[in-house]
């Protein structure tokens, strides 16, 4: 059901429904990460007909190659996130994490009609900064001066991303972390990406846990004043929400809201009933 292809020199992993009824969905994973942690919702998503595709941003391996990895702008992954976005028609975009931001400058871009953001690092006027977090990045402060290549350790990793993983499956996940780019860790730190919600006229939700440590729960809220949006938080989930416990409650809640957005736009267009 789901397998890698490229969009350009773009990887990507694909999942295609048996019976194809819904609009593709476009998910854009965070930072330290790839494509790898949505095969959860992209199974539960293609059950319910809806082709889709994550994609694996520059400078994983396999993907578009870069010279120097730590010094990706986040406009560049907005750039990959763009041109597999128009590869897909107009696809409902799910973005995780550093994901959510890039799913923003998507929407204010008019990419999509529907973007949901999971547990997203917030543009310029919302800081993603807590003291815990100041703390744990005071170590990263050479690496982010230098530009370097950023990594995670495991107590950090288990700390701030996968505090709500099951203990016995985190090791596994940290080894799938990757090294990413220190420019984009900086700009998000830093708040430098602007959105200018005024241009963004797509339906938002935004969903997040309480217990995030990486992304703390008031930003999602901000979020949700600064689009007019729905804000949806889960009591017993944190930052890592595709593959948490209790997953697929979420994805249900995701999916509901949805097709209830499907299903009016098609009342509202031409031909459609009134």
């Excluded at 994490?97 to 917030?122: H, I, N």
């Excluded at 007019?228 to 979420?250: D, K, T, V």
Aim: with cysteine; charged share 20%; proline share 8%.
């Amino acid at each position: 059901m789901i397998h890698d292809t490229f969009v350009d020199d773009i990887a990507v992993r694909e999942a295609r429904p048996a019976s194809p009824a819904r609009p593709p969905i476009l998910f854009i994973h965070g930072i330290l990460a790839g494509p790898w942690y949505f095969e959860n919702y992209q199974r539960f998503f293609a059950g319910r007909g809806y082709p889709s595709v994550a994609i694996s941003l520059r400078g994983r391996p396999g993907s578009r190659r870069v010279p120097d990895l730590g010094r990706i702008a986040l406009e560049e992954f907005v750039t990959d996130a763009r041109e597999v976005a128009a590869s897909m028609g107009r696809p409902i975009i799910i973005g995780h994490s550093m994901g959510g931001l890039l799913a923003q400058r998507l929407a204010e871009e008019g990419v999509s009609d529907t973007v949901v953001l999971l547990s997203s690092a917030p543009p310029r006027g919302i800081t993603v900064a807590t003291p815990r977090l100041v703390l744990k990045q005071l170590k990263h402060l050479p690496t982010l001066a230098r530009l370097s290549p950023i990594r995670s350790s495991r107590a950090d990793s288990d700390d701030l991303i996968f505090n709500r993983i099951p203990e016995e499956m985190r090791a596994g996940l940290h080894a799938q972390l990757l090294p990413d780019s220190a420019l984009a860790a900086r700009q998000i730190s830093l708040g430098t990406v602007a959105v200018d919600e005024t241009r963004v006229r797509c339906a938002m939700l935004v969903a997040a846990g309480l217990e995030d440590r990486f992304v703390a729960p008031r930003v999602a809220r901000q979020l949700a004043v600064k689009y007019s949006a729905p804000c949806w938080q889960y009591p017993r989930n944190a930052h890592f929400l595709p593959m948490e416990p209790g997953w697929e409650r979420i994805a249900a809640d995701v999916e509901s809201w949805i097709s209830r957005r499907l299903d009016q736009s098609s009342l509202l267009s031409p031909g459609g009933a009134t």
